[in-house]
Nanobody
């Protein structure tokens, strides 16, 4: 089992920045990739960004590309999501997820991730 704990959410004005953190514990050696997903009220959970531990490859949804940056510290079992130029439409609960899968082309697929955190709220005021 892998446990994930997110932090760093909060209230920010449009155009502002936040950095989310996710600390993994437990059988972290089994994880191959970490991802961030978000869910706005009344909407489906959607992919935001992901990173592979091997090689550090990153992948972003089109809606955040150029504004968000995912990074990780494998030694600390921590992944970050730096969010800049925030927009009201970025407001959501952000979830950290971990996967042991390495299948190419699947970093944005929710079902590829077996472990999930509790989420952290990001509120963007206009």
């Amino acid at each position: 089992q892998v446990q994930l704990v997110e932090s760093g959410g909060g209230l920010v004005q449009a155009g502002g920045s936040l950095r989310l953190s996710c600390v993994a514990s437990g059988r972290t050696f089994s994880t191959a990739r970490m991802g961030w997903f978000r869910q706005a009220p009344g909407k489906e959970r959607k992919f935001v960004a992901a990173i592979t531990w091997s090689g550090g490859g990153t992948y972003y949804s089109d809606s955040v590309k150029g504004r968000f940056t995912i990074s990780g510290d494998n030694a600390q079992n921590t992944v970050y999501l730096q969010m800049n130029s925030l927009k009201p439409e970025d407001m959501a609960v952000y979830y950290c997820a971990a996967s042991s899968r390495k299948t190419l082309g699947t970093m944005s697929i929710m079902s590829e991730y077996a472990y999930w955190g509790q989420g952290t709220q990001v509120t963007v005021s206009s």
